[in-house]
DNA sequence: ATTATTGTACTAAGTGGTTAATACAATAAT
DNA sequence: ATTATTGTATTAACCACTTAGTACAATAAT
């Protein structure tokens, strides 16, 4: 797994959001054995302590269980992911269209723009 | 002008952002007068050293110009604002897709949701 | 000339996030 | 039984952001 950190908000909330959005997008599978938290802090080159935080937060809304020592595990609670999956969905895109309105975008003209992104990304 | 400020993020970086999409969406007029900082400040709610910050950085980029004493304006350059609003747009669109496809939507699933929920709130 | 308003600068204190270093408890592996 | 690995907890130090309080310089308004 590969990180992406910067300063401009909490290291924490950014581990917490990506590993998130790894388990979101099925590259942790349900019930998959995670690093221990030493390693993952190693990869990401950051405090244990603050990958534990990261951990911690994710254990308390469920998507993570812990077996003591044998360490911590995805949840395999496929219908939990679906679900915050659709939600994440959801939320990135009203935040995005909130975010083009205060520019003074419509959302038909932030639709068209979108498509025109899109199509002459495409073409890369 | 309405603020909305969390402590997610440092306050100054909101209140830059806040500024720049009120000049972008043409809420603030090339050359229009600023309210103080000492008035600016009161009005968010924020100590006048932040919203100096904000201001300064506003000023930096050339966005605003400062008379001594005479106060701040925005300023007349629309082409500037012209310009930061199209790049503005294109950063948040290219970060949205960025964002969905790290929760493992490709562009065009992405394109779907996003017509979707742009209709079920037309229907408000 | 005087006054009020403007931007600007400075110091001190408080808070939250991060790192560092260390230690402990539980248990899987041997 | 012993060892190694796991998660967890604690303490101290550092830094950026924020607030508070105060002061100064320049100039528009009177």
Redesign the pocket.
């Known amino acids: 797994m590969k990180w992406e950190l910067n300063s401009d908000r ?3 909330v950014q581990l917490i959001e990506q590993i998130q959005a790894e388990i979101i997008s099925g590259n942790y599978k349900p019930g998959d054995k ?1 690093p ?4 993952l802090a190693a990869e990401a080159t ?5 990958m ?2 990261a ?2 937060e994710l254990e308390r809304i469920g998507l993570l269980l ?7 595990y995805i949840t395999s609670d496929e219908q939990m992911i679906k679900k915050l999956k659709a939600e994440s969905a959801k939320n990135q895109i009203l935040e995005f269209i909130d975010k083009m309105h205060q520019l003074g975008f419509e959302p038909e003209e932030t639709l068209n723009l979108f498509i025109e992104i899109v199509k002459s990304h495409k073409q890369d």
């Open positions: 909490p290291v924490y995670l221990s938290v030493r390693d950051v405090n244990p302590n603050t534990q935080k951990l911690s812990t077996n003591r020592t044998s360490g911590r």
